[in-house]
């Protein structure tokens, strides 16, 4: 059984920046994607890295704003958080995918492990 452990969530006003973490042991075997789920809303995609750290995906608001990488070396994943708005308010999930090493769009149904998250306020 994977555990994943994020940290990094925290409040910040509109423009700033933050970084997520997500660590694990053996999580260097593993895809990884980052979701998010706002208060009232289903849990989304956001962006996702594949076991290598060779490539990325991101959903298209966070495109050019978020950088998902990894530090295999440290069994840890990042979320690069730039330039945040207040609808990126969410609670923050990371997820690791046993089954396929691409990056690319994924279902939250189709990931085998999950942290329990951390929540990122963006006051406006």
């Known amino acids: 059984q994977v555990q994943l452990v994020e940290s990094g969530g925290g409040l910040v006003q509109a423009g700033e920046s933050l970084r997520l973490s997500c660590a694990a042991s053996?999580?260097?075997?593993?895809?990884m994607a980052w979701f998010r789920q706002a208060q009232g809303k289903e849990r989304e995609f956001v962006a996702s890295?594949?076991?290598?750290?060779?490539?990325?995906y991101y959903e298209d608001s966070v495109k050019g704003r978020f950088t998902i990488s990894r530090d295999n070396a440290k069994n840890t994943v990042y979320l690069q958080m730039n330039s945040l708005k207040a609808e990126d308010t969410a609670v923050y999930y990371c997820?690791?995918?046993?089954?396929?090493?691409?990056?690319?769009?994924?279902?939250?149904?189709?990931?085998?492990?999950w942290g329990k998250g951390t929540l990122v306020t963006v006051s406006s």
């Open positions: 053996g999580l260097s075997r593993y895809a």
């Open positions: 890295i594949s076991s290598n750290g060779g490539s990325t």
């Open positions: 997820a690791a995918d046993n089954q396929y090493g691409s990056s690319g769009y994924r279902l939250s149904s189709s990931m085998n492990y």
